[in-house]
């Protein structure tokens, strides 16, 4: 770092800048003003401060596009876990959950079902969306925040827990909850179809609610209902709403969970080339791992039916039986002195909101799903305040860059950033992000190639990665010289603003 003439505020000189496109990356100097990028190329003089960047990449930041940190941006809004992996951008209000809007029965929803896996101590001082988006800016977030609207908090907010489909009336009053989200500045529509209460919609009650959203030029993205024996018809049911209600698709976190299952992401792949050859904007993220993380409840649910492994299911967060943590359901059996799906269903009964992490997936089909074109990262990492959660929490950007890059070559670095950051921006609607460009916003990452890496297990989970040098939000340095400043720059991205 050095000091110059005032001009500029900063100067990131010396770098080998990857610019977010998939082109090839050079050599050039980034120059920023207020909270824009205003040069690319070579700088002379005139700037407050420079970070040499010499042997470091200098990137757009990185997109999460599969974020559950609704409640954390308000509670723990330094949000060190996503920053110092080079996150700028975090989408959050994914798999019909979040934390707004807020009712009486999601009130209690919360506290039984989502507590430990979005955060503890939820005192929801806002009501509707637009309030949240409030408490967020009044927080004063690290990163910057855009948000889908969660399908089962519409639900919950008119029909609670009713296992049927909604009434013309009740349909009506979830189109209004869901236009004044949109209008607030919600990107889109988001369900979780496992979960309830989205177990309970219908094809048709979600085609009718992402009509709303298509009159927003917004986006539905699905946790779809089944990732195993089901996979290829929930692909198709995602896709049917899509075309039907003429709006743009992700499908969460895809994957094809359970051995029997391994190798069909091919056919789902070639069923969303086929929807695209028609028209249809699908798309799909993915995490770098072969665990998923849930509730617990959801999980034994799946391995009664499947018979999956109670070896590969790990108990990641249980607030009320803490020493249990970092244990297999195997071992809980062990324990209890009762098979392993009986012991977890007792552990329900007693704390219904444990998180659990579950080994489903072949490394194969995660690569394949990768090196799609149409593939961009998600962490869906559970920001639990207690436990062990996924490391993906921590770990997921670089461990892409390290693993994916760098080791195993599976991707190109130009072809990662592509996926972490102008792809994601362009399907999200992030207007001025995702790029280094003349006039786009300042939000860069920098890191060492050479040494890029998760560090964070699922036995220590809680470690920042390897080689993340700089993190910039709005033109503020918030990872300085791979230390958190505490600034907070981060800004609601509302869309169409």
């Given at each position: 770092?050095?000091?110059?003439?005032?001009?500029?505020d900063?100067?990131?000189?010396?770098?080998?800048?990857?610019?977010?496109?998939?082109?090839?990356?050079?050599?050039?100097?980034?120059?920023?003003?207020?909270?824009?990028?205003?040069?690319?190329g070579?700088?002379?003089?005139?700037?407050?401060?420079?970070?040499?960047?010499?042997?470091?990449?200098?990137?757009?930041?990185?997109?999460?596009?599969h974020a559950?940190?609704?409640?954390?941006v308000?509670?723990?809004?330094?949000?060190?876990?996503?920053?110092?992996?080079?996150?700028?951008?975090?989408?959050?209000?994914?798999?019909?959950?979040?934390?707004?809007?807020?009712?009486?029965?999601?009130?209690?929803?919360?506290?039984?079902?989502?507590?430990?896996?979005?955060?503890?101590?939820?005192?929801?001082?806002?009501?509707?969306t637009?309030?949240?988006?409030?408490?967020?800016?009044?927080?004063?977030?690290?990163?910057?925040?855009?948000?889908?609207?969660?399908h089962?908090?519409?639900?919950?907010?008119?029909?609670?827990?009713?296992?049927?489909?909604?009434?013309?009336?009740?349909?009506?009053?979830?189109?209004?909850?869901?236009?004044?989200?949109?209008?607030?500045?919600?990107?889109?529509?988001?369900?979780?179809?496992?979960?309830?209460?989205?177990?309970?919609?219908?094809?048709?009650?979600?085609?009718?609610?992402?009509?709303?959203v298509?009159?927003?030029?917004?986006?539905?993205?699905?946790?779809?209902?089944?990732?195993?024996?089901?996979?290829?018809?929930?692909?198709?049911?995602?896709?049917?709403i899509?075309e039907?209600a003429?709006?743009?698709?992700?499908?969460?976190?895809?994957?094809?969970?359970?051995?029997?299952n391994?190798?069909?992401?091919?056919?789902?792949l070639?069923?969303?080339e086929?929807?695209?050859?028609?028209?249809l904007?699908?798309?799909?993220?993915?995490?770098?791992?072969?665990?998923?993380?849930?509730?617990l409840?959801?999980?034994v649910?799946?391995a009664?039916?499947?018979e999956?492994?109670?070896?590969?299911?790990?108990?990641?967060?249980?607030?009320h039986?803490?020493?249990?943590?970092?244990?297999?359901?195997e071992?809980?059996?062990?324990?209890?002195g009762?098979?392993?799906?009986?012991?977890?269903?007792?552990?329900?009964?007693?704390?219904?909101?444990?998180?659990?992490?579950?080994?489903?997936?072949?490394?194969?089909?995660?690569?394949?799903?990768?090196?799609?074109?149409?593939?961009?990262?998600?962490?869906?990492?559970?920001?639990?305040?207690?436990?062990?959660?996924?490391?993906?929490?921590?770990?997921?950007?670089?461990?892409?860059?390290?693993?994916?890059?760098?080791?195993?070559?599976?991707?190109?670095?130009?072809?990662?950033?592509?996926?972490?950051?102008?792809?994601?921006?362009?399907?999200?609607?992030?207007?001025?992000?995702?790029?280094?460009?003349?006039?786009?916003?300042?939000?860069?990452?920098?890191?060492?190639?050479?040494s890029?890496?998760?560090?964070?297990?699922?036995?220590?989970?809680?470690?920042?990665?390897?080689?993340?040098?700089y993190?910039?939000?709005?033109?503020?340095?918030?990872?300085?010289?791979?230390?958190?400043?505490?600034?907070?720059?981060?800004?609601?991205?509302?869309?169409?603003?």
């Open positions: 770092m050095s000091e110059g003439k005032p001009g500029l900063l100067a990131i000189v010396g770098g080998t800048v990857v610019d977010g496109r998939g082109r090839p990356g050079s050599r050039a100097d980034v120059g920023i003003a207020g909270a824009r990028i205003v040069s690319v070579k700088l002379g003089e005139g700037t407050r401060r420079t970070i040499d960047a010499s042997g470091l990449v200098v990137t757009p930041g990185f997109i999460d596009v559950h940190d609704d409640l954390a308000v509670q723990s809004p330094r949000l060190e876990f996503k920053v110092m992996q080079g996150v700028t951008t975090d989408v959050v209000g994914n798999c019909g959950m979040g934390v707004a809007p807020v009712s009486p029965a999601y009130r209690r929803y919360y506290e039984t079902f989502l507590a430990s896996a979005l955060g503890e101590g939820a005192d929801f001082t806002w009501r509707t637009s309030e949240y988006y409030e408490a967020v800016e009044r927080a004063g977030t690290s990163l910057n925040v855009a948000c889908l609207v969660p089962g908090l519409l639900r919950l907010a008119v029909m609670g827990m009713e296992p049927r489909p909604p009434s013309d009336s009740e349909l009506a009053e979830m189109k209004d909850l869901l236009e004044e989200a949109l209008a607030a500045g919600g990107i889109g529509l988001s369900s979780g179809l496992i979960y309830p209460p989205g177990i309970f919609a219908t094809t048709a009650e979600l085609t009718e609610l992402c009509r709303v298509a009159s927003h030029g917004g986006l539905y993205a699905s946790h779809i209902r089944d990732e195993g024996e089901r996979l290829l018809e929930a692909v198709g049911e995602a896709i049917r899509g039907e003429g709006v743009a698709v992700e499908i969460s976190h895809h994957k094809a969970a359970e051995r029997a391994w190798g069909k992401v091919a056919e789902s070639r069923l969303i086929e929807a695209r050859a028609r028209g904007d699908v798309t799909v993220d993915v995490y770098p791992y072969t665990a998923g993380s849930t509730v409840g959801v999980l649910a799946s009664l039916r499947d999956a492994d109670p070896d590969e299911i790990l108990i990641a967060s249980a607030p039986h803490p020493e249990l943590e970092g244990k297999t359901l071992e809980l059996g062990r324990l209890r009762m098979p392993p799906l009986e012991a977890a269903r007792g552990l329900l009964q007693e704390d219904p909101s444990v998180v659990a992490i579950v080994f489903s997936m072949a490394e194969e089909d995660v690569r394949r799903v990768m090196r799609h074109p149409v593939a961009m990262f998600g962490s869906d990492g559970l920001p639990s305040t207690g436990g062990k959660p996924h490391p993906r929490l921590y770990g997921t950007f670089a461990r892409v860059l390290g693993t994916y890059v760098r080791q195993e070559k599976v991707l190109t670095l130009e072809e990662a950033i592509h996926k972490m950051t102008a792809l994601p921006a362009a399907k999200h609607r992030l207007a001025g992000r995702g790029e280094i460009a003349l006039g786009y916003y300042a939000d860069l990452t920098i890191f060492d190639p050479a890029v890496a998760d560090v964070a297990t699922y036995q220590e989970p809680r470690r920042h990665p390897a080689g993340i040098r993190v910039i939000v709005n033109g503020e340095v918030i990872v300085d010289n791979g230390r958190h400043t505490g600034k907070a720059a981060g800004r609601v991205l509302r869309a169409g603003r």
